[in-house]
Each structure stands twice: as structure tokens, then as C-alpha cells.
């Protein structure tokens, strides 16, 4: 799925200016083979986007990948796993929004911060959508607020408390509505319950919902229209300034040395130029585009969103 307004940004390394030390270290590393801590189960999206990297990256660094998936509590422990390895660049973390910035704010045993880890690089960006039954009254997101304003709409998350449960939040604030949430185990499962009309709306990461005897997507959280979707609105355009996008990231423990952050970036952005087309096809089969962030660019993202969401739960009364 491409989108406009993407920027790859190019790490520049200037090796006749590094310390003799720097580019020794840069030389040597890796000498052998990377584990990346996934907080997820493997066959989700972020699992996805790994699994798009991980070949191509391989074949730049010249040592494997080596994903370690420890699903559980939401994220946290994975998570907290990665942020207590030894800060060598052998031990990374892939990441979304929902485990790395959620879990510090709405559960007490989410002891970590953004603070406690080294951002790498971004990978994908997924858009987030909102979706009703193929054959619903409502042809416009304008329809669904209306309506919601007169009475009490059902909607579909992944699961309370993910990035999507809070921006409905966010938006049912903004428009003067209210609507009752109801939580599923999983995209797939919210679809399932709103194509059967039990709920009115699904609120999730794109994942193949839309298209004949599916959903129809009413409106994206995107900046700018999606190219697979362009009479689609986004809720920015229709009044709402809600502008969030999914992502799945690589960052590594604090204290890792920054020559060995900047090979790690330079790998996955090489590997992209290398395969570009191979891998924008590949990600879109999974609804996913590929978008490589700087650490720096990454980190404003991320603490972007964390006063985002921060604040909206302040406002839920859900903070921990």
C-alpha cells in the first residue's frame, strides 16, 4: 500500500571523521548472530514485518537474525526482557505503539519507558481504519456520527486499551458522541462480529477487511487519502485532526553504542534500496508499506503519540 508524503531517511556515515575506535567497531560488529526479541506471537503484523526484513538484512550484515518470540501480558514481557539485555547491539526489540508506549500507561507491570531503549529504525506503517458492514446504512463516516448521536453505536477493537480503542476515544470526544466498546481477541474477530451484525463498527490496523462481502471503510486516521482507498476520507478532512498510523519498529537496549545503532540502520535501509520493489509487493499483501524512520525521527514519533495517548486516557480516567 503506498502513500503520499512518505520520506526515507538516509543515515550518512562519514567514516574519515570517526575516531579510529568507531570505525573499528564498525568493522567488527557483527561477529556473530543478532536475536530480536518479538513481544508479540509470531504470525501477527508486526511478526509480518519482520519477516519481510529479516532475509534481506541478513544478507548486509553477513550473521543471522535470530527472532525470539516472548509473547505475553500485553507486550510487557518481551518487552521487559529486551530492556534488561546486555546493551552489546545483540539483543534487539521489535516494537509497536501498543507494547512499547500503552502498557507504561494503563498496567503497574509495565516497568519500562521509552526511555529504557535505543531506537534502531522504523520498518512498516500500517493505516488505521474504521470500518462498517458491507451493506450498512451508514456510506460516510459524516452518516456514523450523526447516527451516534442519537443512539448508542457498538464498535470492535483488538482489545481494550490498543492505540485504536483510544483513538475511537479520542473521536467520540471530539464529535459529541458516546459508544459502547466492545473488546475482541483480535482484528479477525471484530471483523467476524461486525459482518455479522452484532456490532456496528470495527476500529482496527488495516488487514484485508474491506472489499466485496466484507467491510467498507468509512474513514482512515491518516494524514493524506490512501492510494488503494482515494474515495476514502481521512478524519482530518472531515474535521477530526486525528492523525495516526500503526507502526512496527526495531529499537535496541539503552547504552548500546551509536556506531552499532548506525550499522543496524544502515542494513535495513540498504536492504529496502536493494529489494524495494520486491518488498513494497510483498508488503502489500499484508496491507503493510514499508517506511524507514531514523532512530531520531522514530523517537518523535513515538513520544508524539505517548502525549497523545497520555492525554486521552487522563481524560478516560484510565491511566495507571
Known sequence: MKKEGIVLAFGIVILSAMPATMVSAQGS????????VSPNAAGGGLDFALQLFKPRVEKVLGKPLIINYKPGAGGIQGTLSAKDAKPDGYTLM????STLILPPLTKKG????????????????????????????????EDFIRAAKTKKMKYATPGTYYNVH???????????FQAI???QKGTAAGMAAVMGGHLDMLVAASSGQAGPGKLRILATAEASRLDDYPNVSTL????????????DSLWAPRGVPKEIITVLFDAHRKAYAQNKEEMDRIGKTGEQMVSILTGDELIKVYRAQYDFFKKILDEMGSAK
Open 29 to 36: 560488529y557483527p561477529t556473530r548472530a543478532v536475536e530480536v
Open 94 to 97: 521489535a516494537a509497536t505503539v
Open 110 to 141: 509495565a516497568t519500562y519507558s521509552l526511555d529504557d531503549f535505543t531506537p534502531v529504525c522504523n520498518l512498516t506503517s500500517i493505516p488505521l481504519l474504521f470500518c462498517v458492514k458491507e451493506d450498512s446504512p451508514y456510506k460516510t463516516m
Open 166 to 176: 483510544i483513538l475511537m476515544e479520542a473521536l467520540s470526544r471530539m464529535a459529541g
Open 181 to 183: 466498546h466492545v473488546p
Open 236 to 247: 482530518k478532512e472531515i474535521g477530526y485532526p486525528l492523525v495516526i498510523s500503526a507502526s
